[in-house]
């Protein structure tokens, strides 16, 4: 079983229409989640982190924790084509302070015009 | 504010060599990890430091190493380059020692021929 785990995609919403990312994490004690961006040939961006069960919203973005079915999830309001790239979900583990973060392999987003 | 900087952007060497990539972290931060990209398995952890002291360390052989000053700049280097060790090599600035948000450089494209 891997650590953290997406589904690959690709995952194709029109534009407008509301885009759900979902991964799952196997370390009942991981810390804190995050959700990176990151489009063909660039860096991973930071869009989201959240640390409490329950939503965090900023802007069309809301991310989705539940520590009780160890999944974490991202909606994206109102798609744009600009927001085709893949979604990288992170965690990092339990054990002590660290910033190590523990990737899914990422699920591809494709808004379509 | 400046962003991670990474040098160089990009590196092509022949196999047995070695090389050393740098990353400098945003201005304030103290931890920077390392990451390495590849098609097939994706990010993966190489490892931590937080004042200058390596705090965990990903499942790479010992020829992958690291250091870091008391400037908090990074550099990481891999000896007796093998075709494998082609990929994106990615730094990650957090402002402190634990749980905190990754930001990431441009990364280095190294290839290895």
């Known amino acids: 079983q891997k650590e953290v785990e997406q589904n690959s995609g690709p995952l194709s919403v029109p534009e407008g229409a509301i885009a759900s990312l979902n991964c799952t994490y196997s370390?009942?004690?991981?810390?804190?989640f995050f959700w990176y961006r990151q489009y063909s040939g660039k860096s991973p961006e930071l869009i989201m982190f959240?640390?409490?069960?329950g939503d965090k919203e900023d802007g069309r973005f809301t991310a989705q924790l539940n520590k009780a079915s160890q999944y974490v999830s991202l909606l994206i309001r109102d798609s744009q084509p600009s927001d085709s790239a893949t979604y990288l979900c992170?965690?990092?583990?339990?054990?002590?302070?660290?910033?190590?973060?523990?990737f899914g392999t990422g699920t591809l987003l494709a808004v379509q015009p | 504010k400046a962003g991670v900087t990474q040098t160089p952007r990009y590196l092509i060497k022949t196999r047995g060599q070695q090389v050393t990539l740098s990353c400098s972290p945003i201005?304030?931060?103290?931890?920077v990890s390392w990451y390495q990209q590849t098609p097939g398995q994706g990010l993966q952890f190489l490892f931590e430091?937080?004042?200058?002291?390596?705090?965990n360390k990903g499942n790479f052989p010992g020829r992958f190493s690291g250091r870091q000053f008391s400037n908090s700049r990074s550099e990481m280097n891999v000896s007796t380059l093998e075709l494998g060790d082609s990929a994106l090599y990615l730094c990650?600035?957090?402002?402190?020692?634990?749980?905190?948000?990754?930001?990431f450089g441009q990364g280095t494209r190294l290839t290895v021929v």
């Open positions: 370390d009942r004690g991981s810390q804190s």
């Open positions: 201005s304030g931060h103290r931890s």
């Open positions: 990650a600035s957090s402002l402190t020692g634990h749980n905190t948000e990754a930001f």
């Open positions: 959240i640390y409490s069960n």
């Open positions: 430091y937080f004042s200058e002291t390596q705090r």
């Open positions: 992170a965690v990092t583990p339990y054990g002590g302070a660290t910033n190590k973060l523990i």
